[in-house]
C-alpha cells in the first residue's frame, strides 16, 4: 500500500527549530516532486515547500523563505523539513503529500506542530 | 488571504446535486488545466478527488465530477449522501513564485 507516515512534530517555544520527516513506501520515491502543505487550527490548507525527485529544484511559500529547508533521501525514501526561527504563525498541522503539477494524490496522516510561549 | 475564492458553504438534501466553484486568475485557473479538488474531513488528511480538472482517481465515485471554463472551476456532487458531508478545497497550479494555491474550503452539509 503506498503510504506517507510524518513524525517530528511538537511544542516548541518561539524562535526555537523543528525537523520533520516524512516516510514513503510502495511507490517509486525517487521519482516524484515531494512536498509539504500545512493547516493551522480551524484554516484552510498552505502549500509551503516542494522539492524535485532528484532534489535539484526546491521551491517555498514567501512566509517560510530563509528560514525552512526541504530536503530528501532518496535511498530511505524520506523527505525532511527543517524549521528554524519558529513563531506562532507556524502553528499547524504539516502534512507531507506526493505529486506533481496536477495535483497531489497521496497525503499523510499529518504531524501537528506548535510553537507558543 | 487564498488565492482562490470558493464559497464558504454549500448545503443539499440527499440525492441532490450541487456544485461548489473555484474562482482564480489568469494566472492560475485560466492559465492551466490543473486544478484538483480534494475531501477533507474533521481531524482527517485531504484526499484527491478530482485531477487535472475533470479526472477521478481509481476508487473515486463518480457522483464527482470537475469541470473549468475561463477563471472559474468547479466541482459538482450529484446523488449527494450523508457521507459527502465534509470539506472540500480547490487547487491549482500556478505561473506565480507560489506554484501551487488552495481556494479557503468550502464545507457541504447534507440537510
Known amino acids: 500500500e503506498v503510504q506517507l507516515v510524518e513524525s517530528g512534530g511538537g511544542l516548541v517555544q518561539p524562535g526555537e527549530s523543528l525537523r520533520l520527516s516524512c516516510a514513503a513506501s510502495?511507490?517509486?520515491?525517487?521519482?516524484?516532486?515531494m512536498r509539504w502543505v500545512r493547516q493551522a487550527p480551524g484554516k484552510g490548507l498552505e502549500w509551503v515547500a516542494d522539492i524535485k525527485g532528484d532534489g535539484s529544484e526546491k521551491r517555498y511559500v514567501d512566509s517560510v523563505k530563509g528560514r525552512f529547508t526541504i530536503s530528501r533521501d532518496n535511498g530511505n525514501s524520506s523527505l525532511y523539513l527543517q524549521m528554524n526561527s519558529l513563531t506562532v504563525a507556524d502553528t499547524a498541522v504539516y502534512y507531507c503529500?506526493?505529486?506533481?503539477?496536477?495535483?497531489?494524490?497521496?497525503w499523510g496522516q499529518g504531524t501537528m506542530v506548535t510553537v507558543s510561549s | 488571504q487564498s488565492a482562490l475564492t470558493q464559497p464558504a458553504s454549500v448545503s443539499g438534501s440527499p440525492g441532490q446535486s450541487i456544485t461548489i466553484s473555484c474562482t482564480g486568475t489568469?494566472?492560475?485557473?485560466?492559465?492551466?488545466?490543473?486544478v484538483s479538488w480534494y475531501q477533507q474531513y474533521p481531524g482527517k488528511a485531504p484526499k484527491l478527488m478530482i485531477w487535472?480538472?475533470?479526472n477521478r482517481p481509481s476508487g473515486v465515485s463518480n457522483r464527482f465530477s470537475g469541470s473549468k471554463s475561463g477563471n472559474t472551476a468547479s466541482l459538482t456532487i450529484s446523488g449527494l449522501q450523508a457521507e459527502d458531508e465534509a470539506d472540500y478545497y480547490c487547487?491549482?497550479?500556478?505561473?506565480?513564485?507560489?506554484?501551487?494555491?488552495f481556494g479557503p474550503g468550502t464545507k457541504v452539509t447534507v440537510v
Open positions: 503529500a506526493r505529486g506533481g503539477v496536477w495535483g497531489f494524490d497521496v
Open positions: 487547487s491549482s497550479y500556478t505561473s506565480t513564485t507560489t506554484p501551487h494555491v
Open positions: 489568469s494566472s492560475d485557473v485560466g492559465r492551466y488545466n490543473y
Open positions: 487535472e480538472v475533470s
Open positions: 510502495a511507490f517509486a520515491f525517487r521519482t516524484y516532486y
